[in-house]
């Protein structure tokens, strides 16, 4: 039974709408986060408040339980509580895989060189090689040599096509240059923005963090970033990002029961064919929240999913699901083939934005 009232949390009552307990929410939060002067342990309850009464399955299960529970006021000091099913100690593996397991690897590495916007500068050997022309089609006429007329017509084309060229090429090589001077002065060397969770009950997202950094930063247009708010929120309402060219994928890390889940034809989350209420999800409500941010960019989520215990974890093949739950395993084949479309893009305006919305101090890799 529930040792809380999540409305008494809230300050709202029984019968509040979504839009209602939302606005308590962001309200409270505003003063209880921990950046704000509240402490840990209340800011945690108002959060689990709030992922329990956010989500219809959730509160109707919770409302249930809650009609024979005891009112208690929320402590400063929270007394912890062990989840049914929870394992003391048990840290669940994450995926080794190697490299020639995962179709986009070659592809995502053949390149390393960034690419600054969606088209790449032609380099230094072009623009060499163009000038390196003009001056060879000038050279006649710095040596003095005499041409018939058709000789000088057909000279003069040569030499207007060849400058004309090297101007187009010199601009280009300029503009990218630019570009990678501004993104340098702006962002660094930096590849990872923000930190995962660090509290004992987040251990999914450190989990998380580590095969992001292992596996993602072998596509050279990779960013990613951890502890990402909502438009308008104070706090972290998305574990984790990774932004590659024009497409961002948001994700949501879980320890859950072993078991098999996949969500029902009606968007439900299932585990073992049976509706599961052992955990929420807010990835719809971010990927809303982030189309409206990022309106250019295509957008995608993912929930990975770990045991909380001993015993096998499985998922259902994502498709084209908006927000599936996905092993470590899947995510890295589906995640990473999906975000390789454009491996070593960097979206700057895109970046910039989606850097404004890290929570807490950004780390640097």
């Known amino acids: 039974m529930p040792e809380v009232d999540y409305y008494d949390v809230l300050g709202v009552g029984r019968t509040a709408s979504p839009t209602e307990i939302k606005s308590a929410y962001r309200r409270l939060a505003k003063t209880m986060h921990p950046d704000a002067g509240g402490t840990v342990g209340t800011f945690r309850m108002l959060r689990e408040a709030y992922d329990t009464l956010s989500d219809p399955a959730l509160r109707a299960g919770y409302d249930a339980g809650a009609a024979v529970a005891r009112t208690i006021r929320v402590p400063a000091r929270p007394r912890p509580r062990r989840r049914f099913g929870e394992e003391p100690g048990f840290v669940p593996e994450t995926p080794d895989l190697a490299p020639e397991e995962l179709d986009w690897w070659d592809f995502a590495g053949q390149d390393a060189r960034v690419r600054h916007g969606r088209r790449r500068g032609p380099g230094h050997t072009p623009v060499v090689l163009a000038v390196g022309g003009m001056v060879l089609v000038l050279l006649p006429l710095l040596t003095g040599v005499e041409f018939s007329a058709p000789v000088l017509v057909v000279w003069l084309l040569l030499t207007a096509g060849t400058a004309v060229l090297v101007g187009h090429l010199a601009r ?11 993104y340098a002065e702006e962002f660094g ?25 292992r596996y993602f930063t072998r596509l050279p247009g990779a960013r990613i970033f951890h502890g990402l708010a909502w438009p308008g929120s104070v706090f972290a309402d998305v574990d984790h990002a990774v932004l590659c060219g024009k497409r961002l994928v948001l994700i949501e890390s879980k320890t859950w029961l072993p078991g098999h889940y996949e969500t029902g034809e009606d968007g439900r989350l299932l585990r073992n064919g049976r509706t599961f209420l052992g955990g929420g999800s807010r990835l719809a409500e971010s990927l809303a929240a982030y189309r409206d941010l990022l309106p250019g960019i295509a957008l995608r989520g ?33 995640i990473g083939a999906w975000l390789s479309a454009e491996p070593s893009t960097v979206d700057h305006e895109a970046l910039r934005a989606i850097r404004a919305q890290v929570t807490g101090a950004a780390t640097s890799r």
């Open 172 to 182: 280009g090589y300029l503009r990218v240059s630019r570009a990678r001077e501004a």
């Open 189 to 213: 060397g930096r590849l990872v923005f923000g930190t995962p969770g660090g509290e004992s009950d987040e251990l999914a997202q450190r989990l998380t963090a580590d095969l992001l950094a």
């Open 302 to 334: 993912a929930m990975v999913v770990y045991p909380s215990r001993s015993g096998e974890l499985t998922t259902e093949d994502p498709g084209d699901l908006p927000a599936p739950p996905m092993t470590p395993e899947a995510f890295l084949h589906e």
